[in-house]
């Protein structure tokens, strides 16, 4: 798939495409549908198919100083859409220009990009004001448009918006019927208090993430945790360690079978299932008690869900699957 930035007013020579157009966020499963709808069109036309999605969010340029958070950062939604059979990933520079584009003139940005049939959904809207919608997209005389009906989960459309509470609220599993794949978020391995491996004898990785995340719930989790190419076992905390009375939230990972120096080194942390809440325990003893406990329930959760973590390990390139291997 090859990534192509453009600016509006210079589009460069591109080739005839089936796209599908919209922000994205999480390419959940009515994104995916979208781009199963555009790749079959391209297929059936023996033409290219692309994705047309904008950058910066454009919430980010109409509010600069709110802290919006995403399911995905640009660079995840490159990387999963590359597992949807598309071979451009168009970005447009979003900016208040741009969004100030009249109807005509977003169709003719289109038509530049050779646009020859475009795929949304039954609720997109475009330029100025929002004021295009589906039936002045029909209405234009470049390219034909296919509009996909509201895919639904419990009667309701599936949508990034009503995704990220989910994952706020620590209703991970939810997210992931969602999202078809397990909610992730990426960062690097920072140093602790260093109290798992000297005192409680079970080593975390604390994790210090990238800003952009909607962060999951305080709680415990289940899930995995991605090394390089290679994906292990774990649970997962997100809390302030009562116990110990830290002053700041964390987010630390203890990995099943695993003994190896990361400080430092790029990691995703994946949320399968929020096991229980975060506890004051009365001694380090109970604690420790507790985490063992914690590292057997997390082992069951993972061999339940083992397609869904198959699944999600395909779409983040893993390349070893230690999950569910003692090694
Ligand atoms: C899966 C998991 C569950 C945890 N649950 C709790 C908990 O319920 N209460 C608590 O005070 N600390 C909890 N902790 C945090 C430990 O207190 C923490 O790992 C320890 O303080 C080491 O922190 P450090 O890496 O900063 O040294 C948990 C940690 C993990 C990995
Ligand atoms: N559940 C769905 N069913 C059908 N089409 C959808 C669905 N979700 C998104 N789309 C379409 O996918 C494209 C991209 O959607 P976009 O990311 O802009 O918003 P969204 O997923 O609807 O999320 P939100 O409403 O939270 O912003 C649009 O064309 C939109 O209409």
Not at 134 to 139: A, E, G, H, R, S
Request: aromatic share 10%.
């Amino acid at each position: 798939m090859e990534v192509v930035h453009i600016n509006y007013k210079h589009v460069p020579a591109l080739p005839g495409s089936v796209g599908c157009i919209g922000y994205f966020d999480g390419i959940h499963k009515g994104h995916q549908t979208l781009m199963k709808k555009a790749a079959a069109l391209a297929e059936e036309k023996n033409i290219a198919s692309s994705i047309v999605t904008f950058d910066p969010d454009p919430w980010k340029v109409f509010y600069p100083d709110r802290k919006i958070t995403h399911l995905t950062t640009l660079s995840d939604r490159i990387k999963i859409a590359e597992h949807m059979n598309i071979d451009l990933f168009y970005i447009l520079t979003f900016s208040r220009e741009f969004a100030a584009l009249p109807v005509d003139a977003f169709h003719e940005v289109l038509h530049t990009m050779k646009i020859r049939s475009l795929v949304c959904g039954f609720d997109f809207h475009y330029a100025v004001h929002n004021s295009g919608n589906t039936d002045t997209l029909i209405q234009q005389p470049y390219f034909d448009v296919h509009v996909i009906d509201s895919i639904n989960e419990g009667n309701r459309k599936i949508a990034s918006s009503r995704i990220e509470p989910l994952v706020m609220a620590g209703d991970v599993e939810q997210a992931a019927r969602l999202l078809g794949y397990v909610y992730s978020i990426r960062g690097h391995v920072a140093h602790g208090y260093k109290r798992g491996t000297n005192l409680l004898k079970i080593p975390t990785a604390n994790l210090n993430m990238h800003p952009e995340y909607a962060l999951p719930a305080v709680g415990v989790y289940a899930g995995m945790v991605k090394v390089g190419t290679r994906l292990f076992g774990a649970m997962i905390n997100i809390g302030s360690n009562p116990t110990f009375e830290n002053e700041t939230v964390t987010i630390e990972a203890h990995l099943h079978d695993f003994n190896e120096d990361i400080y430092g080194e790029e990691v995703r942390f994946y949320f399968l299932k929020k096991m229980r809440d975060e506890i004051k325990f009365d001694s380090f003893s109970a604690l420790q008690k507790q985490l063992f406990y914690d590292i057997d329930h997390s082992r069951i959760v993972l061999k339940q869900n083992d397609d869904l973590v198959r699944t999600t390990a395909r779409l983040w390139d893993v390349k070893q699957n230690f999950v569910n291997v003692q090694r």
